[in-house]
């Protein structure tokens, strides 16, 4: 759903999400996405896939676990989101290793836009040092501290900055900080949320 899905499009309330473009209507609930086609476009077309959707939505079953897995998400700062800009990641984000099948939330500072990540799990540990031996590998500037109880590494190259938070089985970052300027705050945002996130 999100790689498929544009700002651009009219967002719709059906299942958790959904949205219509060109004649087509795509929704997701819990586990299941759904996408619906028409025949043409139009108005008359765009209602009656409406319908469609809100009974189709109204069958599906509501996921028990599925709020928890999109809780990390919430841990991530609201100011400067993107609208409709989450998503999930199967491809390694950024192609990094160890960051498959992760969460993202899109932002945007003025003109300057970028991507942080969540995941919450056992195997957050094993990520970040996956993530850590990809840019070493890489040859690139990385530097692992701590700050705040939490593991922060941070990758540098010419142009972007990478930042990996981990604490417990909790692992946030931003991939790809292109604006140095942005950089220290998106640190102390990080930083924050996996204080507020983190299990005791």
């Known amino acids: ?7 651009s499009y009219k967002f719709i309330e059906v299942g958790d999400e959904g949205y ?3 004649g087509s209507l795509n ?3 819990g586990r299941f996405y759904a996408k619906l086609a028409g025949q043409e476009q139009g108005e008359a077309m765009d209602g009656d896939l ?3 959707a809100k009974a189709l939505a109204g069958k ?8 928890a897995e999109l809780a990390a998400l919430a841990l991530l700062p609201a100011e400067d989101r993107v609208q409709h800009g989450r998503g999930y990641s199967h491809p ?3 192609d990094v290793d160890g960051l498959a099948g992760v969460l993202y939330q899109d932002y945007k500072q003025g003109e300057q836009g970028y991507r942080l990540l969540a995941f919450r799990g056992g195997e ?5 040092d996956s993530a850590k031996a990809y840019f070493q590998k890489d040859k690139a500037k990385a530097e692992e501290g701590a700050e705040e109880g939490a593991r922060l590494l941070t990758v540098k190259s010419d142009t972007t900055t990478t930042l990996l938070v981990l604490r417990g089985d909790l692992l ?4 790809d900080l292109q604006s140095a300027e942005l950089v220290p705050t998106v640190k102390a945002r990080l930083l924050a949320a996996i204080a507020k996130g983190a299990k005791p």
């Open 172 to 175: 946030l970052g931003a991939i």
């Open 1 to 7: 759903y999100a790689t498929e899905r544009d700002a």
């Open 50 to 52: 409406q319908e469609l």
């Open 92 to 94: 390694p984000l950024g």
């Open 20 to 22: 219509l473009a060109s």
């Open 60 to 67: 599906l079953p509501a996921e028990k676990g599925a709020a």
């Open 27 to 29: 929704f997701w609930r």
């Open 124 to 128: 957050a540990s094993k990520r970040f």
